[in-house]
């Protein structure tokens, strides 16, 4: 069955870089973007923006009626997610899609516990470097979405979605062992977001030599140590492969921690550090590196 309708859930950067991008590849009414009467007033009024270009975006409330979508992608915070899947309800069918983008290893257990996992799809949302501030999203690197099943790729869903994404042109990758893949991306938002929001810096100051750069890699081997307790097994080749990834970033741009610290917004510490942290108790592992971060970013939070 081919993919038509497009929901999307969260305007942050991603939410935008990908809805900017299939607007132009598909028809306005067959795109929908979710959100309540004040942000959609919000949106209309000011406009949305990428790369200085304004977004010709189709709004609905999740109150409203709609035919359902084949593929629901969430492009929401962590924080934001419980309430996102209960925004979606009106647009699920019986052929529905999910496609999450959030950071983090537990966002498709959380949509697929309350919908059901035979709409899941496992995906991971790589390589851009999307800065958004206020209504105004930039980028230099649109990145790819790598997707497949729990384990595998050759299933219908996978078929559906690699077909629909190449007749938009969507760049993407598929990946045979998704857990593995999104606990790497988990290793890197650990060492990378949390690091530049400490150092209140960019990707540039992480790119080079000193002591960012080192914090950023004793925060992810942390992870890498803890996933051999939970037998993902990532290797120092994968931190290498993320670490090539960090360094082609464009030196001005910022990851999402340090774009909420900046707009004086909680972060999803928690979700980073403190998943680290608990992991470590869980197994007995030494996670002071993230517990270091934990704390800095605990503090610059209160003093908001």
Same mark, same amino acid.
């Given at each position: 069955?081919?993919?038509?309708n497009v ?8 939410g ?8 132009? &590849?598909?028809?306005?009414? $067959?795109?929908? #973007?979710i959100?309540d009467? /004040?942000r959609?007033?919000?949106? @209309?009024?000011e406009g949305i ?7 010709n ?5 999740p ?12 492009a929401?915070?962590y924080?934001?997610?419980q ?26 257990e959380?949509i697929?516990?309350?919908y ?19 209504? &105004?999203?930039?980028?230099? $690197?649109?990145? #790819?979405?790598?997707?497949? /099943?729990?384990?595998?790729?050759d @299933?219908p869903k ?34 990378v ?9 960019d990707?540039?100051?992480?790119q080079?030599?000193g ?11 942390e ?6 307790y939970e ?7 994968d ?13 001005c741009?910022?990851?999402s921690?340090?774009?909420?610290m900046e ?9 980073f550090?403190g ?9 007995g ?8 971060l ?6 610059m939070?209160?003093a908001?």
């Amino acid at each position: 069955m081919e993919i038509k309708n497009v929901s999307i859930i969260g305007l942050g950067a991603l939410g935008i870089l990908y809805g900017h991008h299939l607007s132009k &590849q598909i028809p306005k009414e $067959n795109l929908r #973007i979710i959100a309540d009467k /004040e942000r959609i007033e919000k949106y @209309t009024k000011e406009g949305i923006y990428c790369n200085g270009e304004r977004c010709n975006f189709q709004f609905v409330t999740p109150e409203e009626s709609v035919e359902s979508a084949d593929l629901i992608i969430f492009a929401v915070k962590y924080n934001g997610l419980q309430d996102a899947i209960k925004a979606v309800e009106n647009h699920i069918g019986d052929n529905t899609i999910f496609l999450s983008t959030l950071n983090g290893i537990s966002s498709e257990e959380k949509i697929g516990t309350y919908y059901g996992f035979d709409k899941i799809i496992y995906c991971v949302a790589q390589g851009m470097d999307a800065v958004k501030e206020d209504n &105004q999203q930039t980028y230099d $690197n649109f990145g #790819i979405l790598c997707f497949g /099943e729990k384990e595998g790729i050759d @299933t219908p869903k996978v078929k559906r979605i690699a077909d629909f994404f190449k007749k938009v042109e969507m760049p993407f990758e598929l990946d045979v062992n998704m857990i593995k893949r999104q606990w790497g991306k988990f290793m890197l938002n650990v060492g990378v977001n949390q690091t530049v929001a400490v150092f209140e810096s960019d990707y540039g100051e992480i790119q080079k030599e000193g002591k960012a750069r080192e914090m950023m890699i004793s925060a992810m081997q942390e992870v890498l140590d803890l996933s051999k307790y939970e037998g993902i097994n990532l290797t120092e080749a994968d931190l290498q492969y993320w670490l090539d990834i960090v360094d082609k970033l464009g030196l001005c741009g910022k990851p999402s921690m340090r774009q909420d610290m900046e707009a004086k917004r909680m972060s999803e510490l928690e979700l980073f550090a403190g998943t680290v942290v608990e992991l470590g108790k869980k197994h007995g592992a030494r996670t002071s590196v993230n517990r270091e971060l934990y704390r800095r970013i605990s503090e610059m939070e209160q003093a908001f």
